[in-house]
């Protein structure tokens, strides 16, 4: 693949070429355009999955600051930058907590009312954890 500086000679140069008539508008958007779409096709033949979401958060730091910036440069919009916190944040959540008892086994607890949720961290206690069913069966009797 040609460097940055070959590419941005020859948009240049067609550039010049199209001031100097030496070629059509027709000629000059076209050879544009291939040479736009070969950097960054309008159809990608790969997509890639989403990346892991971070873990702590220092890693979620970095992330929304990565934002700012390409929001700032205007490499993103505001609704993209958005929607991109929210699920940085959304992923920094707790996971809700399970309660687990020898008859009735593992069941989520009931997440509170949103309007009703405090912000912040909220107090908790980790009594043990278990490596299986069957540990967290002999653990609780």
């Known amino acids: 693949m040609p460097g ?3 590419i941005s000679g020859r948009l240049r140069a067609i550039g010049r070429a199209l001031e100097m008539r030496a070629i059509t508008v027709s000629q000059h958007g076209a050879e544009r355009a291939m040479i736009l779409d070969a950097l960054m096709p309008a159809a990608p033949s790969v ?6 979401p971070p873990q702590g958060l220092m890693e979620a730091a970095d992330a929304v600051r990565r934002l700012e910036v390409l929001n700032q440069e205007t490499l993103i919009g505001t609704d993209e930058y958005t929607r991109e ?5 959304r992923a920094m959540q707790p996971e809700p907590m399970m309660r687990t008892s020898a008859a009735e086994g593992p069941q989520a607890l009931a997440a509170p009312d949103q309007a009703a949720a405090p912000s912040g ?3 908790a206690v980790h009594l043990a954890s278990y490596r299986s069913q069957q540990a967290v069966d ?3 009797a």
Not at 47 to 52: E, L, T
Request: charged share 20%.
């Open 138 to 140: 002999r653990g609780w």
């Open 121 to 123: 961290p909220s107090p």
């Open 47 to 52: 997509v890639a999955n989403p990346g892991a």
């Open 85 to 89: 916190r929210t699920a940085i944040e």
């Open 4 to 6: 940055t500086e070959q």
